[in-house]
Structures are given as structure tokens and as C-alpha cells.
């Protein structure tokens, strides 16, 4: 029985060790961790996943990049819609590794276009 309880400490162990803490996704893009793009999605609609982001880990180590709900994107051009996110979002990118998302989020102005694949984003503050 003791030997038991060592191999589920041992295992317990190391899976806390190698678990990653979360690192938000602007954080790893502005340290230049992640490599990213954000452009608008032609398969959904603008209210449900309007946005495609593409995530490369430029590390030699495992990260976890976290997007939480409220994360707001302003289009280029202009005349396209911001999106703001609905769902918080986590992401494991082993080294080197490179995934496409597509991301839940809203539009945020009805009188201007619906996204395109077309339509670049780029993450900023939310507007107050």
C-alpha cells in the first residue's frame, strides 16, 4: 500500500511541475513569445465566432496563453466591425507548435460591415 501512495505522489508531482501558468495572450504577444494573427471568420456569422486567431509558440518550452471574455479588437480598415470576446479562452502551444482558433465574440457596430477573412484585427483597450 505504501508504494502505492509513493507512485500517485510521484505522478502528482510531476504534473503540477509541468503545468503551465497561464500567460495572457497581449503579454505573449508583446514579449514576442507567440507570434499572432487576428482576422475576421467568412464561415459564422458576426454574433457568434467572427474572429480567427492563429497562434505560433516561439518558445522552446510549453506555454499557456489565456483570452478572457471582454477582450476587444479593432478593425483594419475601419469600416469593418470591431469584435469584442464572449468566452474566456485558454490555449496550450507546445514549442514551435502553430494553431488556428476560431474565437467566440460579438460585433460592436451596426452600422459598419461584417467581418471578412480579409479584414486584419489587432487587439487594443476597450473603449469606454
Same mark, same amino acid.
Given at each position: 500500500? %505504501?508504494?502505492?501512495?509513493?507512485?500517485?505522489?510521484?505522478?502528482?508531482?510531476?504534473?503540477?511541475?509541468?503545468?503551465?501558468?497561464?500567460?495572457?495572450?497581449?503579454?505573449?504577444?508583446?514579449?514576442?513569445?507567440? &507570434?499572432?494573427?487576428?482576422?475576421?471568420? @467568412?464561415?459564422?456569422?458576426?454574433?457568434?465566432?467572427?474572429?480567427?486567431?492563429?497562434? %505560433?509558440?516561439?518558445?522552446?518550452?510549453?506555454?499557456?496563453?489565456?483570452?478572457?471574455?471582454?477582450?476587444?479588437?479593432?478593425?483594419?480598415?475601419? @469600416?469593418?466591425? @470591431?469584435?469584442?470576446?464572449? !468566452? @474566456?479562452?485558454?490555449?496550450?502551444?507546445?514549442?514551435?507548435?502553430?494553431?488556428?482558433? !476560431?474565437?467566440?465574440?460579438?460585433?460592436? &457596430?451596426?452600422?459598419?460591415?461584417?467581418?471578412?477573412?480579409?479584414?486584419?484585427?489587432?487587439?487594443?483597450?476597450?473603449?469606454?
Amino acid at each position: 500500500m %505504501k508504494k502505492i501512495w509513493l507512485m500517485i505522489f510521484g505522478l502528482a508531482t510531476v504534473t503540477l511541475a509541468n503545468a503551465q501558468v497561464p500567460v495572457s495572450l497581449t503579454q505573449a504577444w508583446q514579449k514576442q513569445q507567440v &507570434e499572432a494573427s487576428f482576422a475576421g471568420n @467568412d464561415k459564422s456569422v458576426h454574433y457568434l465566432k467572427p474572429l480567427i486567431i492563429k497562434l %505560433k509558440n516561439l518558445q522552446k518550452t510549453a506555454l499557456s496563453i489565456s483570452l478572457e471574455a471582454g477582450a476587444y479588437f479593432v478593425s483594419q480598415p475601419a @469600416d469593418y466591425q @470591431d469584435i469584442i470576446t464572449t !468566452e @474566456d479562452l485558454l490555449v496550450n502551444l507546445q514549442p514551435n507548435e502553430t494553431k488556428t482558433l !476560431e474565437v467566440y465574440g460579438v460585433c460592436t &457596430e451596426a452600422s459598419n460591415s461584417a467581418p471578412r477573412a480579409s479584414t486584419s484585427y489587432t487587439p487594443a483597450p476597450s473603449p469606454q
